[in-house]
């Protein structure tokens, strides 16, 4: 019976070296930052959860067009950059920059700050989503000369009203995650789905879809007659869309009140 207990101890331990040896490991590209953040500065964390999905494959992590390193299986990258606007974003393929579908993560960092994201790698029907959540940190608004302005709000490609103001933008629906199996979502805002519009000037601007409540986003065709959201998935059409700016996060996000289709 000893025997038996000691054989199969021996081919768990042996089938989970083996697992966790296939498992990606970490590899930063930049100086990993240590001691006090400069006066200039704003410090960068990016854990990596551990679960299984995906653990053999690293996460390439971008910063503003900058390769900061791929982060492994349980793994942490850390670096300081210059404070002000900040694009995030984590990619398959760090070699090439991604696919160009990733959608990165804007927000403002603050001089002498610093801000945890947590990665997660949650399974959406046959591919791998990627997901980065600030977890700590104050986000900080920025003037499009970089000055900063307003501690709390959050930079972005568009201009950014003030919380609860709304704003109206025109442009061409680009994009339209709905969905669980394409979009996470998450209290308080509860949102359904994520439009991604090209403004006049070709810059891309995401707004949240929301289902219900205060911020609850209604679709017009071009006659004015309201839609479901299963019958406004035009992509590749006119649309104006009216939208506000409210926390979502631990960020500013825009979140569409309505939108309307021009064709």
């Not at 059409?237 to 500013?252: D, G, I, L, M, S």
Request: with cysteine; proline share 5%; aromatic share 8%.
């Amino acid at each position: 019976m000893k025997s038996k207990m000691a054989i199969l101890t021996f081919v768990a331990v042996g089938l989970g070296s083996i697992f966790f040896t296939g498992c990606a490991s970490t590899n930063q590209m930049v100086p990993v930052a240590t001691g006090p953040i400069a006066t200039n500065s704003s410090r960068i964390v990016v854990s990596r959860e551990k679960t299984f999905v995906g653990c053999a494959a690293p996460v390439g992590i971008i910063d503003s067009g900058r390769k900061i390193g791929e982060v492994g299986w349980g793994g942490q990258l850390v670096w300081d950059r210059i404070a002000g606007p900040m694009e995030l974003k984590a990619v398959h393929n760090l070699a090439v920059g991604g696919n160009g579908r990733e959608q990165p993560l804007r927000i403002g960092v603050g001089a002498g700050m610093s801000y945890h994201f947590s990665l997660t790698t949650p399974a959406t029907g046959m591919r791998r989503a990627l997901n980065l959540d600030l977890i700590s940190g104050t986000t900080v608004a920025y003037e499009q000369n970089g000055t900063n302005i307003i501690p709390g709000k959050v930079g972005n490609d568009q201009q950014q009203p003030a919380d609860g103001e709304r704003k109206t933008l025109t442009g061409t629906l680009n994009a339209f995650p709905h969905g669980p199996s394409q979009f996470k979502s998450g209290p308080p805002l509860w949102p359904v789905g994520m439009i991604v519009v090209i403004d006049d000037n070709g810059a891309k601007n995401n707004f949240l879809v929301v289902e219900k409540g205060e911020y609850a986003t209604t679709f017009y065709d071009v006659d004015g007659k309201v839609l479901k959201i299963s019958q406004a998935r035009n992509v590749g059409k006119k649309v104006e869309v009216k939208y506000v700016v409210t926390t979502f996060r631990y960020a500013n996000k825009a979140v569409a009140i309505s939108v309307r289709y021009f064709d």
